[in-house]
């Protein structure tokens, strides 16, 4: 487990302050699965509502391009950006990392208040042909990784008397099958985050701590982009239940993400918030 701190300290004049309902100000946000892809987007959204960012990943070092984004970010604004290496399967990491942060946030007068659970695998493999190692790997990561990193955020916020925000990503795949996908493990994984935040949300509710899931339709990513490369009859099934004649990309989930980690979202706890382009709403 290692970090890498990037402090800025250069002022930039605001002529838009954002709405108290939808900022970030003198926060820190927690993200994992953030040294690239949508992780890394949310990060960026992070700074634009005002927000300091902690980038965690298993990486050894996040995207180059995109981190020089934050960094440009955060220098503009008077904000910090951080980045962790850490496996969030492993418990003492995930911890200590968190308090690491959280320790960093109390000292600049930004106590950690939020975390976005985005760290996940994908696998596309026939059930009958599933290997059992593989199942269980993609539970120890979208499941166990995900429970370890916002038991270890709460634990946090009720040590600090935080009302924080948790969000989990899940996906629309936790709550539909996808034609033309063979993605048992991965839907059964994303079905059991929403239930988890069900679960927790009912359990933490009691010390003013919110936990929400953003459920994502299909986005184009490098991983996608891959997918349907290699089967691209797999785009003509999605967009036909694309609803507003595009799939979706990172930075369509800024917004939303925001939203849940905000004020704006103070009476949202236990919910799922789905961004699908309309999918789940046609059959």
Same mark, same amino acid.
């Given at each position: 487990?290692?970090?890498?701190?990037?402090?800025?300290?250069?002022?930039?004049?605001?002529?838009?302050? $954002?709405?108290? #309902?939808?900022?970030?100000?003198?926060?820190?946000?927690?993200?994992?699965?953030?040294?690239?892809?949508?992780?890394?987007? #949310?990060? /960026?959204?992070?700074?634009?509502?005002?927000?300091?960012?902690?980038?965690?990943?298993?990486?050894?070092?996040?995207?180059?391009?995109?981190?020089?984004?934050?960094?440009?970010?955060?220098?503009? +604004?008077?904000?910090t950006v951080t980045y962790h290496r850490c496996d969030i399967i492993l418990?003492?990491?995930?911890?200590a990392t968190l308090d690491l942060i959280a320790d960093t946030g109390s000292?600049?007068?930004?106590?950690?208040?939020?975390?976005? /659970?985005? /760290?996940?695998?994908?696998?596309?493999?026939?059930?009958?042909?599933?290997?059992?190692?593989?199942?269980?790997?993609? %539970?120890?990561?979208?499941?166990?990784?995900?429970?370890?990193?916002?038991?270890?955020?709460?634990?946090?916020?009720?040590?600090?008397?935080?009302?924080?925000?948790?969000?989990?990503?899940? +996906?629309?795949?936790?709550?539909?099958?996808?034609?033309?996908?063979?993605?048992?493990?991965?839907?059964?994984?994303? &079905?059991?985050?929403?239930?988890?935040?069900?679960?927790?949300?009912?359990?933490?509710?009691?010390?003013?701590?919110?936990?929400?899931?953003?459920?994502?339709?299909?986005?184009? $990513?490098? %991983?996608?982009?891959?997918? #349907?490369?290699?089967?691209?009859?797999?785009?003509?099934?999605?967009? &036909?239940?694309?609803?507003?004649?595009?799939?979706?990309?990172?930075?369509?989930?800024?917004?939303?993400?925001?939203?849940?980690?905000?004020?704006?979202?103070?009476?949202?706890?236990?919910?799922?918030?789905?961004?699908?382009?309309?999918?789940?709403? +046609?059959?």
């Open positions: 487990m290692g970090s890498i701190a990037e402090p800025i300290a250069i002022a930039s004049h605001v002529p838009y302050p $954002t709405n108290p #309902l939808f900022s970030l100000a003198g926060r820190t946000i927690a993200i994992t699965g953030a040294g690239r892809g949508l992780g890394i987007t #949310l990060a /960026a959204a992070v700074l634009e509502a005002g927000g300091h960012v902690a980038c965690i990943d298993i990486l050894s070092a996040p995207s180059e391009l995109e981190w020089a984004s934050l960094q440009a970010i955060a220098k503009s +604004s008077n904000l418990e003492d990491e995930v911890a000292k600049i007068g930004a106590p950690l208040m939020g975390t976005i /659970a985005c /760290a996940g695998i994908q696998q596309k493999i026939p059930a009958v042909e599933y290997p059992v190692d593989g199942f269980r790997r993609m %539970m120890d990561v979208n499941v166990t990784g995900t429970f370890l990193t916002i038991k270890h955020s709460a634990k946090v916020f009720m040590k600090e008397g935080t009302k924080g925000s948790v969000v989990m990503i899940a +996906s629309m795949s936790g709550q539909v099958a996808n034609r033309g996908l063979t993605c048992t493990a991965y839907n059964t994984s994303k &079905a059991a985050v929403q239930q988890m935040c069900r679960s927790v949300a009912q359990e933490w509710g009691a010390h003013g701590i919110r936990v929400n899931t953003l459920s994502p339709g299909y986005i184009r $990513t490098a %991983m996608t982009d891959a997918l #349907l490369l290699a089967e691209p009859e797999v785009e003509k099934t999605w967009m &036909a239940g694309a609803l507003l004649g595009r799939l979706g990309v990172p930075e369509d989930f800024k917004a939303p993400a925001v939203f849940l980690l905000a004020d704006g979202s103070s009476w949202m706890t236990g919910a799922d918030l789905r961004v699908d382009g309309g999918h789940c709403a +046609s059959a």
